[in-house]
């Protein structure tokens, strides 16, 4: 079936380096969400991506959409430590967009 | 103010027994979900409910039973016939399919 796989599934920095989380689908996503779950809460929208090849900024996150609409990036940019927190990329399944597909995650902790 | 409201934060099953999580919406979204998550995976989902009084199984549905008799609330049943309950369980709604999803705080169910 459809798969959403996120690497890394942990990583530790120091504050102030950046950060790279990697999303990659076995098929093509007519688009992909950004979640972040800080912890003990609860996953909280971050972005959408639709088009082919998007790049969308948030102060100092940056999102990209590959050009075949198969894989994804967030890059954090000089970390801080309210950036702490696990970070989940989602796309819609084939047969109804309403079900969305989960990458694992990827857990950022920050050493300050 | 708006948003979605998950009860108890904190439950506790006996083996055997059936327990209910509840999650109440006052976003007037149509669509809502529940997604089960264990440490280190992803979010996965378990059912969802696009109208009132109808309902679609999600990927791991077995053990499982939702009800969606009014637009604001719908409740998931955990029953005995689930092994492996312990788990964060989180409520999700949306106001369209494959738009953002919205998360309540999330249940943490564990077995005595």
């Known amino acids: 079936g459809q798969q959403v796989m996120q690497i890394p599934q942990y990583q530790h920095v120091q504050e102030g380096e950046d950060f790279t989380t990697y999303c990659n689908s076995s098929?093509?996503?007519?688009?992909i969400q950004w979640y972040k779950q800080r912890p003990g809460g609860h996953p909280v929208f971050l972005i959408q991506?639709?088009?082919?090849?998007e790049v969308k900024k948030q102060k100092r996150l940056t999102f990209q959409f590959g050009e075949a609409k198969k894989n994804s990036s967030l890059h954090i940019t000089a970390t801080q430590t309210t950036d702490v927190g696990t970070y989940f990329c989602?796309?819609?399944?084939?047969?109804?967009?309403?079900?969305?597909?989960f990458g694992q995650g990827t857990r950022l902790t920050i050493n300050p | 103010d708006g948003g979605i409201t998950q009860s108890p934060k904190y439950l506790f099953r006996k083996e055997g027994q059936n327990v209910t999580l509840s999650c109440e919406q006052n976003?007037?979204?149509?669509?809502m979900y529940w997604y089960r998550q264990d440490p280190g995976q992803g979010l996965r989902l378990i059912y969802y409910?696009?109208?009132?009084?109808?309902?679609q199984k999600g990927d791991i549905a077995e053990g499982y039973s939702v009800s969606r008799e009014k637009k604001e609330s719908f409740p998931l049943t955990v029953t005995s016939a689930q092994k492996n309950p312990t788990a964060f369980y989180l409520c999700?709604?949306?106001?369209?399919?494959?738009?953002?999803?919205?998360f309540g705080s999330g249940t943490q169910l564990s077995v005595l």
């Open positions: 098929t093509t996503l007519s688009n």
């Open positions: 409910s696009q109208i009132v009084n109808d309902f």
């Open positions: 991506l639709v088009k082919s090849g």
């Open positions: 989602a796309g819609p399944r084939i047969q109804g967009a309403q079900k969305l597909v």
């Open positions: 976003l007037n979204h149509d669509a």
């Open positions: 999700a709604s949306s106001p369209l399919r494959g738009e953002k999803l919205f």
